[in-house]
T-cell receptor
Framework: KAGVTQTPRYLIKTRGQQVTLSCSPISGHRSVSWYQQTPGQGLQFLFEYFSETQRNKGNFPGRFSGRQFSNSRSEMNVSTLELGDSALYLC????????????FGSGTRLTVV | AQTVTQSQPEMSVQEAETVTLSCTYDTSESDYYLFWYKQPPSRQMILVIRQEAYKQQNATENRFSVNFQKAAKSFSLKISDSQLGDAAMYFCAYRINNAGNMLTFGGGTRLMVKP
């Protein structure tokens, strides 16, 4: 059974650009959550999508957005990149809102220069 | 707001010995879950153990066990017979039940295992 797949694994972008990260959940999982991990702020929740609807949202500026497709794959987008957006972005999927089988991917390491 | 605090940035243990990682949390909710996750250099967060707040019995998974003190809002992880493969970052996390999949994490504890 394939795990949670995040692409790309590494990404370098220039300040001011935008970026799109992808997360393919485990087959059958309908919930996808995103987290940002930085040395200074630690792990912070970005948002959760369930059946194509945003269900929860963390305290991040509007430059951070996401969406979920009908096949449960999710993308997150960061516009007008800032140096502080350099981080490891993790996604996690689950079958439902109960967290059953909550599984993380290996993340995308984004570096903004 | 819910907060999770891990007061030990780094811990060290001798192989085969026992180590305890500390975690405290603050919440006004009564129905929640607590977790310990391990993050090795591969970056993937791996679930070590989970505890339902309504259960008084402490969770155990092989060499890993927790000491859950609900009144004190304390949730420590004990690793017995430490192995080299246990070396990693460990994160304590909290989730409110029936509120979706949103985890609040502590700052993490780096565990080093000495051979």
């Amino acid at each position: 059974k394939a795990g949670v797949t995040q692409t790309p694994r590494y990404l370098i972008k220039t300040r001011g650009q935008q970026v799109t990260l992808s997360c393919s959940p485990i087959s059958g999982h309908r919930s996808v959550s995103w987290y940002q991990q930085t040395p200074g702020q630690g792990l912070q929740f970005l948002f959760e999508y369930f059946s194509e609807t945003q269900r929860n949202k963390g305290n991040f500026p509007g430059r951070f957005s996401g969406r979920q497709f009908s096949n449960s794959r999710s993308e997150m987008n960061v516009s007008t990149l800032e140096l502080g957006d350099s981080a490891l972005y993790l996604c996690a999927s689950s079958f439902s809102g109960t967290g059953y089988g909550y599984t993380f991917g290996s993340g995308t390491r984004l570096t903004v220069v | 707001a819910q907060t999770v605090t891990q007061s030990q940035p780094e811990m060290s243990v001798q192989e085969a010995e026992t180590v305890t990682l500390s975690c405290t949390y603050d919440t006004s909710e009564s129905d929640y879950y607590l977790f310990w996750y391990k993050q090795p250099p591969s970056r993937q967060m791996i679930l070590v153990i989970r505890q339902e707040a309504y259960k008084q019995q402490n969770a155990t998974e092989n060499r890993f066990s927790v000491n859950f003190q609900k009144a004190a809002k304390s949730f420590s992880l004990k690793i017995s017979d430490s192995q080299l493969g246990d070396a990693a970052m460990y994160f304590c996390a909290y989730r409110i039940n029936n509120a979706g999949n949103m985890l609040t994490f502590g700052g993490g504890t780096r565990l080093m295992v000495k051979p």
